[in-house]
């Protein structure tokens, strides 16, 4: 029985190793959301090398609740975490993320205990749909 519970342990330990997300990855595409991409950050972690997610041109979205924005996984400086707009020469560029509806939500992105994070061209927008009295007060946080 000794002689099997390591090869177990052994494969169940570098299966949640693979687990880990790196390399490139495209928004929408490998996810279709940036939600989706946190989603699985904060579940999966980052692997070697870091990944970097490339979010679509004119790409939108407004997230599901006031926590799907919250990033709790962290990157090293050798394993960033990094989100994108893609570009192109001669295109219009708009990559807009809106907060989901909540009266208590106060922004958008949340960063929990991360670092070596890097949001790069991605615009964070209020809501219109959110009344006045609950307006987003930031963008990002960490």
Known sequence: M???????IVLVLSSIASAQISGPKTIPGNYS???AAIAALNTQGVGSG???FVVALNHTETLANATAGVLTATGTATD????KKASEPGQSEDHSL????SA???GIIKISGGDFIVFDGIDLAENAIIIHEYKTEWGMHW
Request: hydrophobic residues 40%.
């Open 2 to 8: 000794k002689h099997l519970l390591l090869p177990g």
């Open 33 to 35: 959301t940036i939600q």
């Open 50 to 52: 870091g990944v970097t």
């Open 80 to 83: 960033s975490i990094i989100f």
């Open 98 to 101: 809106h907060p989901g509806t």
């Open 104 to 106: 208590s939500a106060d």
